[in-house]
T-cell receptor, first 118, second 113 residues
Framework: DARVTQTPRHKVTEMGQEVTMRCQPI?????VFWYRQTMMQGLELLAY????????DSGMPKDRFSAEMPDATLATLKIQPSEPRDSAVYFCASGLVDLRDRGSYEQYFGPGTRLTVT | QKEVEQNSGPLSVPEGAIASLNCTYS??????FFWYRQYSGKSPELIMSIYSNGDKEDGRFTAQLNKASQYVSLLIRDSQPSDSATYLCAVNLFYNQGGKLIFGQGTELSVKP
């Protein structure tokens, strides 16, 4: 049963601390997306990678957020230093995207990391 | 104008009725359209995709696409209380070639027994 996995599922931390969230995409998928969801803003795209290369991180606050893919089975999203306004659910999604095939843009979401910064 | 717009709801329908969820998008040449279902406290789950004008049926779900009018809709027949969730419309906008999807704010559906 192929699924996107994310750790941790819940994280409570104090303002100023570093937070690292991890994602394992579905094996064989070439594109990984990081989203943030809040009641006010809905689902926002933070960054995404294809074949481990960053394609777009314009949705991320650059001064405190960073996203990487150390290898094909691991994507990380780091916040340093964290702030209360970063409290949200962070989702990772993956897909097997072929730009020549409009039917390949499906994305599959992980369970999310619920972050609370106090 | 937002790139992808949905009525936030809540949309309330009685059990057994047809629920109709609508979505409009800004880019006339968008090619790929998706509906995701999100239960409270859970992650979005892909339930339908549609690429061509017309209807696409899958069980109790029907997706409808009208590119000329730039809208996509989701019909849920014989609605059940278990269909109560937020439904997110997602569109791959043509000018973005990276496979990125733009999500609407979601419509909350409540099916009353």
């Amino acid at each position: 049963d192929a699924r996107v996995t994310q750790t941790p599922r819940h994280k409570v931390t104090e303002m100023g601390q570093e937070v690292t969230m991890r994602c394992q995409p579905i094996l064989g998928h070439n594109t990984v997306f990081w989203y943030r969801q809040t009641m006010m803003q809905g689902l926002e795209l933070l960054a995404y990678f294809r074949n481990r290369a960053p394609l777009d991180d314009s949705g991320m606050p650059k001064d405190r957020f960073s996203a990487e893919m150390p290898d094909a089975t691991l994507a990380t999203l780091k916040i340093q230093p964290s702030e209360p306004r970063d409290s949200a659910v962070y989702f990772c999604a993956s897909g097997l995207v072929d730009l020549r095939d409009r039917g390949s843009y499906e994305q599959y979401f992980g369970p999310g990391t619920r972050l609370t910064v106090t | 104008q937002k790139e992808v717009e949905q009525n936030s709801g809540p949309l309330s329908v009685p059990e057994g009725a047809i629920a109709s969820l609508n979505c409009t998008y800004s880019d006339r040449v968008s090619q790929s359209f998706f509906w995701y279902r999100q239960y409270s406290g859970k992650s979005p789950e892909l339930i339908m995709s549609i690429y061509s004008n017309g209807d696409k049926e899958d069980g109790r779900f029907t997706a409808q696409l009208n590119k000329a009018s730039q809208y996509v809709s989701l019909l849920i027949r014989d609605s059940q209380p278990s269909d109560s969730a937020t439904y997110l419309c997602a569109v791959n906008l043509f000018y973005n070639q990276g496979g990125k999807l733009i999500f609407g704010q979601g419509t909350e559906l409540s099916v009353k027994p």
